[in-house]
């Protein structure tokens, strides 16, 4: 969830709401399966992060921190988990063509345009482009493989 709005108008309900949602939540849904992935030997958990989990912009602080605050969750659970044989991974998707990135179009001027320009991929993404990276890191190709965060974002941060 976002609140789109500068930092210095960012309630405190707001901000905490932001952070149980997409930070909280991805803890506790982690610790309701470890008992089970622990009793069975194995597990994998995937986190969705966010570009915004490595980089900033002005409208969407508590969004930013509470994502990049999930990818140094995913290495922390990565590095406790491990020695039984938990595997904990993130995706960090760009701009994804959701109901949360089309209110964004709507509230940001020009927003499409730059994403098009921006992206070396030369489109939105669509929700089916993560799921060969969730395929994977869900896999055993994959089990050596732990506190990994991974780009999905049309080579996004690979244009200056």
């Known amino acids: 969830m976002n609140r789109r709005k500068p930092p210095e108008q960012i309630t405190e309900q707001e901000w905490h709401e932001i952070l149980d949602v997409n930070l909280g939540a991805a803890l506790f849904c982690a610790q309701a399966a470890y008992t089970h992935m622990k009793a069975a ?28 605050g999930l990818v140094q969750l995913t290495r922390s659970l990565a590095c406790a988990w491990a020695p039984d044989n938990i595997q904990v991974n993130a995706i960090l998707p760009g701009w994804i063509d959701t109901e949360l990135t089309r209110r964004a179009r709507q509230q940001v001027a020009d927003l499409h345009d730059f994403v098009l320009v921006r992206t070396p991929a030369g489109r939105w993404g669509e929700p089916g482009d993560l799921a060969g990276a969730a395929v994977f890191l869900c896999s055993s190709a994959a089990d050596f493989v732990t506190g990994a965060a991974l780009p999905v974002y049309g080579g996004y941060s690979a244009r200056g």
Do not use: E, P, Q, T
């Open 41 to 68: 030997g194995r597990g994998k958990i995937l986190n969705i992060g966010s570009m915004y989990s490595l980089f900033g912009a002005a409208g969407v602080a508590a969004y930013a921190a509470s994502k990049g």
